[in-house]
């Protein structure tokens, strides 16, 4: 039953008359919004694979129901992501047709300080076909080198390597690489089973922030910005004025360029200074700035981050958001709130969540991998994601969860009145 093989006749995306307008955003007057909400096969199937009892008794009963738009499901990389490239058009509006209320770009930059939708700055050669176009290759932070001698194929291919115009020629792939590969096509190659590309055989070029703007906004969503963590020194280049804070900034100025309200945006960010840095210059786009946090998945520093939380609050965060992990324990064999998810509700923040659907298999004996880790002994079925999810919405209260597949977290959202 892997991905692969499933088919969405129902699938009708909206139709994008030219996928980009010249790199200056996309013709609102061909994009419509999302009325028909088509959720797939996908979450009904998790509820079939559930263990017998009420909570399975309860998402059943929503089975014919009919479904519509939440903000409590957030799309991760467009919400796509499970079949669709990350951050592309593509993955965007399959998010859009599964109910997300919000859609993502992790916004970073390029050799020309242009904002780009890229989950990583430098993830270019995992992402898009980079490696396989030599004179680009070339300009690569490391380009590729094939697997030999016992070692593993190599690259790394940043967008503050190129210009807009040098990354607009890339077509999206899924994230994925072969280490054992020999030639850069070879490279390319790599998507888990759980995953597809069965829909990144069109060439969906990268995003800019300004054409992911112009989408939502026609798609009639909010907006969940992220400002990535630079992986180069900043400022950029070395001896330039282009500061951290002119970068948090710009990403501000671009939704204001375009007409876009404060309320209809939740600026983000791992780095604390960023959300300080809004809340001080910004304090209209700040009053939903969401903090980031993985500052606890090292042994032993579960503590700090918790203590952290009431400093956060004190210094005027309204909403914090760890991976899910964080905030879910296992008490007698139950999944409950953890001291971080108390900790966070009683210092007054709220609370969102990423990223479900991220895990691949649940049943496998990895019991979930990372994002399930501190439930991974109650973990062992597809339909445990229910489960997760109905503990973050009904004990931990979380306003919104990050999903690569959007249709789970809206089916929950609509049979539990989440929106």
């Keep these: 039953m892997a991905f692969r093989f499933l088919a969405w006749s129902t699938l009708t995306l909206p139709v994008l008359a030219t996928p980009h307008n010249g790199g200056h955003g996309h013709d609102k007057a061909k994009v419509n ?5 088509s959720l797939g096969p996908r979450p009904y ?3 079939n694979n559930m263990d017998e009892g009420p909570l399975k008794n309860k998402l059943a009963s929503c089975s014919e129901k009919s479904m519509r738009r939440s903000d409590w499901s957030i799309s991760h990389r467009g919400g796509g992501t499970l079949q669709f490239p990350e951050h592309t058009t593509g993955s965007i509006l399959a998010g859009t047709r599964m109910g997300a209320g919000i859609q993502e770009c992790d916004v970073t930059f390029t050799k020309d300080k242009q904002l780009v939708c890229r989950h990583a700055q430098c993830d270019l050669h995992t992402t898009t076909n980079v490696v396989a176009i030599p004179e680009l290759n070339a300009k690569c932070t490391t380009p590729f080198k094939p697997a030999a001698n016992g070692s593993k194929a190599t690259a790394k291919c940043c967008t503050s390597d190129f210009t807009l115009a040098e990354i607009k ?3 999206a792939k899924m994230d994925a690489s072969n280490a054992a590969a020999t030639t850069p096509a070879e490279y390319l190659s790599g998507t888990p089973g759980y995953r597809t590309d069965l829909y990144a055989k069109t060439c969906d070029r990268v995003n800019t922030l300004r054409e992911y703007i112009d989408l939502v906004d ?21 001896g330039s004025d282009y500061t951290q804070a002119k970068f948090a900034q710009q990403m501000i100025d671009e939704f204001k360029a375009a007409g876009i309200k404060p309320e209809r945006v939740f600026p983000q960010s791992f780095l604390y200074d960023d959300v300080l840095y809004w809340l001080k210059a910004e304090p209209k786009w700040a009053k ?3 903090l980031l946090d993985e500052s606890a998945d090292e042994a032993g520093t579960m503590p700090q981050a918790v203590a952290n939380l009431k400093k956060y609050a004190q210094a005027g965060v309204k909403i914090i958001a760890p991976p899910l ?5 296992v008490q007698n064999g139950k999944i409950v709130s953890s001291e971080y998810a108390v900790t966070a509700k009683k ?3 709220k609370i969102i969540t990423w990223s479900l659907e991220r895990s691949g298999w649940l049943g496998d004996g990895s019991g979930g991998g990372y994002y399930y880790s501190s439930i991974a002994n109650v973990t062992n079925n ?12 009904q004990d931990v209260g979380v306003i919104g969860v990050f999903s690569d597949w959007s249709a789970t977290v809206t089916y929950y959202a609509n049979c539990f009145g989440l929106f």
């Design 325 to 329: 992990p964080y905030l879910v324990t």
């Design 347 to 349: 210092v007054g923040l």
């Design 45 to 47: 199937w998790l509820v």
């Design 218 to 238: 026609a798609l009639g969503l909010k907006f969940t910005a992220e400002l990535k963590t630079p992986e180069v020194p900043m400022p950029f280049p070395a």
């Design 33 to 37: 919004p999302v009325r028909e909400i």
């Design 382 to 393: 597809e339909g445990d994601v229910f489960n997760l999810l109905h503990v973050l919405a």
């Design 169 to 171: 020629t890339l077509c």
């Design 288 to 290: 939903q700035a969401i």
